[in-house]
């Protein structure tokens, strides 16, 4: 299985980045699993949809062919983790692989989402796009530890 998360932006603080590494390291054990980050977009003349627009265009840029686009939305299905799990094993016997696009602090652009072919909320609370990456992160790693039957996950 193949899948990458698309983040906008670079992972900071530390903790950010020490714990998605943390989880993506984890993960390789499953399949292939990366981060891909894309510049983010400084916010000109109070035009915050002119950042987000740039930006959803370098996450759709970053898209590999045939890859599965599912958009991280607060607006998006929220999925409890036995789902998201479920999710991923439809993915991986599809064959397809499977981007995860995480947007900035203006969230994703219109773009990205007409482009999705599903959208998920990680929780009904808004979260910071640099936490999104780490409970994404998380949420992979045990997704993958249920579906093999591992005890990470305590129900």
Known sequence: MRVRILA????RPDWVREASAS????????????LVEVRASKIRNGHARDAAGKEGERLLAALEPRER?????E???????????????????????????????????????DRSEARLSLSRLTLPHQLARVVLAEQLYRACSMLRGEPYHNP
Do not use: C, M, N, T
Not at 8 to 11: D, E, L, S, T
Not at 69 to 73: P, Q, T
């Open 8 to 11: 906008v932006g670079k992972a």
């Open 23 to 34: 989880y993506l390291s984890r993960l390789k054990h499953y399949g292939r699993f990366e």
């Open 69 to 73: 686009l599912i958009a991280l939305d």
């Open 75 to 113: 607006r998006g299905r929220a999925v409890s983790s036995e789902e998201l799990a479920r999710r991923l094993e439809e993915w991986q016997l599809e064959g397809r692989p499977v981007a995860l696009a995480i947007g900035g602090a203006q969230g994703l652009d219109r773009s990205v989402l």
